[in-house]
Every structure is written in structure tokens, then in C-alpha cells.
């Protein structure tokens, strides 16, 4: 399958317009024959705490954009959305993950980045969720979840292909890149880390974006610019590089 990491850039607290920038990029990873499209996280607002302007209910106009996109298309795509779901008393930053055919997913952040206040406004979910989308099974996680291995290591054995989507600072580059790299090693599998460009809220983003394949090796890079990172991802090289390397077993 080939997956298109979208790495660009987020008009702050500007859905409409960041719909307007993100609908032919999705469109050009689709006439290269994406079959599966991430974007940032907070791809429609950028990493905003103020929840009372940005927040959507689920089904929202953010939903909507991920639902239409991928009916329209005939792919998958996903990005996180803050969402109010009802009976809770505050948002959680939301991963939706939409089918071509009407399927919709979603992963609520286990770790707010609470160095950056997030877990003032946005509560933590609760589990991890891994997704089928065609013949590869997906994990989905956000930005900081990166930092905590456990959460990845709890899922390994069912997971192909992890994605991570962020707005993660320039300060701290290089520990995306190192740490994008080291999930993908020592789980033997593929990780698509898509990270935002420009600035917004105070802060400065590299891009830096990654895929990477169950050996540590980069498929596709990004620069500090827009860029559509296209790259093919087979479970079959997954479960060859696990049998050759048997590391899994081993973790206690």
C-alpha cells in the first residue's frame, strides 16, 4: 500500500482555510496512488488550548472534512481533532481516522504534553486502538505518545504500521527524529511520522516528517517546507523482518 505523510503548514484557529490548503494536497496523494493519507495533528487549528473557540462535537465539521475527503478520494485519512463527546467534561485531542466507505475510527491521546499546559484543557484517553485498513493493521498515536515505548511495545505483535501525527516544537527535532526511528526498530515495524511546518502560537515547527521502515531505514524525509512524503508499505516485509530477526519473543 502506499501511504502519503502530508506534512504542511496550519492557518492558526483557521478551519476553513486549512480545509482550502489541504484539499489538493490530498488530492495530488491520491493521483500518486496514496491509499492512505496522514495529516497533523490539529491539522484544521493548529496546537490551540483555547478549547472554547476550537473545540468540535464528534461528527463536526472537522469529521466531515476527513469523511468527504475519503469518500471522494477512495482512501483513508486521518488527522486529530479536539472533540467534546457528550457526558464529557472536557475535549480530548482525537485522532478520527476515515474509510472510503464510510468507516470511521478514533483514538483518544493518552498523554497530554503537559510541559506545554495541554493537560489543562484536554483530557487523556484511555487505550490504544489498532485498525485494520486494508492488509495493514494500524496503530494509531499522537505527537508525545511517541516519548512512552510501553504504549507502543503493548500493541507490537498486532501492528504493521504505526502513525504518529504532531506538532512537535523545533527546540526539541531531534528527538522526533531519533525517537521515530527507535519505535520503528525496536518494533519492527513501519512508522509514518507527519509533523507540521510554519509557526503558530509562539512556536516554530521543522517538518521533519518520517517514514520509516521496520529496520530504522527512511523511506521518505521532509525539510522544513510543504512536502507530500510518499512511500510503500508491505506487511509482508514486517512479518519476513520478524522472522529473521525474532526480537519480539524476547521482550518481557
Not at 481516522?97 to 487523556?124: C, M, N, Q, T, W
Not at 516528517?209 to 521532509?222: H, K, M, W
Request: charged share 20%; net charge negative.
Amino acid at each position: 500500500m502506499k501511504v502519503a505523510a502530508l506534512q504542511h503548514d496550519i492557518v492558526w484557529e483557521d478551519r476553513e482555510a486549512n480545509f482550502g490548503r489541504l484539499e489538493p494536497m490530498i488530492a495530488g496523494a491520491a493521483a500518486a496512488g496514496a491509499r492512505l493519507v496522514v495529516l497533523t495533528e490539529m491539522f484544521s487549528y493548529g496546537f490551540s488550548l483555547n478549547a472554547d473557540r476550537i473545540t468540535e462535537t464528534p461528527g463536526g465539521p472537522s469529521t466531515r472534512f476527513l469523511r468527504q475527503t475519503a469518500a471522494s478520494h477512495d482512501l483513508w485519512v486521518c488527522g486529530s481533532i479536539p472533540i467534546l463527546a457528550p457526558g464529557d467534561a472536557r475535549p480530548c485531542n482525537r485522532l478520527v481516522l476515515a474509510g472510503p466507505r464510510g468507516e470511521l475510527h478514533s483514538y483518544a491521546k493518552i498523554h497530554p504534553f503537559s510541559y506545554g499546559d495541554e493537560h489543562l484543557v484536554y483530557d487523556p484517553g484511555e487505550a490504544t486502538v489498532t485498525v485494520q485498513v486494508d492488509d495493514l493493521r494500524v496503530s494509531l498515536f499522537v505527537c508525545y505518545d511517541l516519548r512512552f515505548a510501553t504504549e507502543f511495545w503493548s500493541v507490537a505483535h498486532d501492528t504493521d504500521l504505526y502513525l504518529v501525527p504532531a506538532n512537535w516544537p523545533r527546540p526539541r527535532r531531534s528527538h522526533w527524529q531519533t525517537l521515530l526511528v527507535a519505535r520503528a526498530v525496536e518494533n519492527q515495524a513501519y512508522v509514518v511520522g507527519v509533523n507540521r511546518v510554519g509557526s503558530g502560537g509562539g512556536l516554530d515547527y521543522a517538518g521533519d516528517s518520517r517514514i520509516v521502515d521496520p529496520t530504522g531505514e527512511l523511506l521518505a524525509t521532509g525539510a522544513e517546507v510543504e512536502a507530500t512524503l510518499i512511500a510503500e508499505v508491505d506487511p509482508a516485509r514486517v512479518a519476513q523482518t520478524r522472522e529473521r530477526f525474532p526480537f519480539l519473543q524476547d521482550r518481557l
